[in-house]
């Protein structure tokens, strides 16, 4: 299985973000302790709102029917985003005024919540007939 992210362009994070994503997935889909003290490293709080956002479910994988294109739904504080794979973006106000304007950080919650439900598998799937952009 490949990590589904691994074009962040976010220099020495995102290269330690795909080791420690290729690492989950290597012990069995499960993170170590020592991954979270990496992570938080990196990330710091927006780790821990990532986690949450997986403990509470927030994750889905949507196929589209008759196709392998898939694509995140996240449910978020202010409404869901849509999160593609492979593409570091999002319409929340925090990835908008920190990540794209200001260049701070790497990526917000929500991109790194689908990194991680995504190699700890926990997410929930559904096959759509179409792209339904569940941005708020």
């Known amino acids: 299985m490949e990590v589904l992210y691994n074009s962040c362009r976010g220099g020495l994070k995102t290269i330690t973000l795909d080791a420690v ?13 020592e991954d979270i003290t990496v992570l938080y490293q990196i990330f710091d709080q927006t780790l821990f709102k990532a986690l ?3 403990d509470k479910e927030c994750i889905e994988l949507l196929t589209i029917a008759n196709t392998d ?12 985003y849509t999160i593609y794979p492979h593409i570091n973006f999002c319409e929340c106000p925090v990835f ?5 304007k200001n260049q701070v950080g790497v ?18 799937t559904r096959t759509t007939s179409e792209l339904v952009y569940t941005q708020s």
């Open 52 to 54: 949450d956002l997986i």
């Open 107 to 124: 990526i917000c919650k929500h991109v790194l919540a689908c990194h991680l439900a995504f190699v700890l598998k926990k997410y929930k």
């Open 96 to 100: 908008k005024a920190n990540v794209k």
């Open 21 to 33: 994503c290729k690492k989950i997935i290597d012990n069995d889909n499960e993170i170590a302790d």
């Open 69 to 80: 294109r898939t694509y995140f739904s996240v449910q978020g504080s202010n409404g869901f």
